[in-house]
């Protein structure tokens, strides 16, 4: 507890004075003022973030946290367990996922994570952080207990400061866990009030009929535990996982040190989502990057108040949508490193 603790009292609000230089900076560059729209919006949050109007450069990981879930047993997955441990162990490493490929493509570093996978994966690549192999099945009571939950979390924010130590400057969140959008959608549906129905999706390609039984599995869990909404951590441990805390744990360490953090789909928006309940101030260090296709992941992150940037049909995870969005970042970056100033050219604005 010491560490989030600590981590949480010591975050900041982003700079506004500096966002507001960074504003004008971007109006003064040559084109007409707003019509590099989000992408002068990403400037100028970052320049909050790090304070300062000389942006840098980025230096990237994405963070996968892997874990599994005892909600599995109840039979509302298309994949078995065992797939877990084989993704995180073999294809994640190896860069052969779709992760993989994405970040091969935008120079980015996976650093891969075991937070609680049901198997001893034994291999030097991945880090061993395991806190216990899965969690309970949530329908029939708490997944893991509030310590565990701070355990978690607590993962998160070692790993993610020993990257900002190596000089990473920019993280983004992915993850690894079969199961894991039933735990997403009993977060979002505790945080936001909506019935499960509404928030519970097909993730990796559940059919209708197991949906059906999906939804009852999450309303029998959230009568059964009833999480207490104005807890986040409580929420986190009653109906959420291990690989939830974890990405929480980032998004709070980069708060902290004042890095941004780049959150993906659904699962890691309910990893935001727990991540901002504990302290609200998070919110303006994450980038938001794009909508999942997953059912529930659009009330989500409107319920959070992210404006994602892509919409593209990507229902993944393994954080393959918040590595894509490094391209867009870095090209925020370079808009304010390259681009000429109109006060430098002959060019009059009328
Ligand atoms: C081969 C394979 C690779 C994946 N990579 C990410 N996921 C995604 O699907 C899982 C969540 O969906 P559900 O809750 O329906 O199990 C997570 O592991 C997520 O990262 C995968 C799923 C599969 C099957
Ligand atoms: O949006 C996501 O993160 C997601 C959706 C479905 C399956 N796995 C991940």
Redo the contacts with the bound molecule.
Sequence with gaps: MHLLKSTLQNIQEVDQEIMKEERKKVDGLLKPQGSLGVLEKIAVQLSGIYRTTDLKPLKKAVVVCAADHGI?EEG????PQE??AF?TNN?IVEGK??VGAISKTMGADIVVVDVGVNADLDNPKVISRKIRRGTNNLAKGPAMSREEAIQSIEVGIEIANTLIEEGYNILATG????????PSSAIIATLTGKDPIEVTG?????SEKKLKKKVEVIRKGLEINKPNKKDALDVLAKVGGLEIGAMAGVMIAGAQRHIPVVIDGF?STASAAIAIGLEPKIFDYLLCSHISLEKGAKIASYFLGFEPYLDMGLR???GSGATLNFGIIEAAINMTREMEFYSKTEIEVI
């Excluded at 097909?202 to 559940?206: D, E, K």
């Design positions: 599995v509302i997955t298309s994949a797939v877990t993704m294809i996922s779709g993850e690894m866990g079969i199961g894991n959008t039933t097909i993730g990796a390609n559940l699962i993944l995870g393994e």
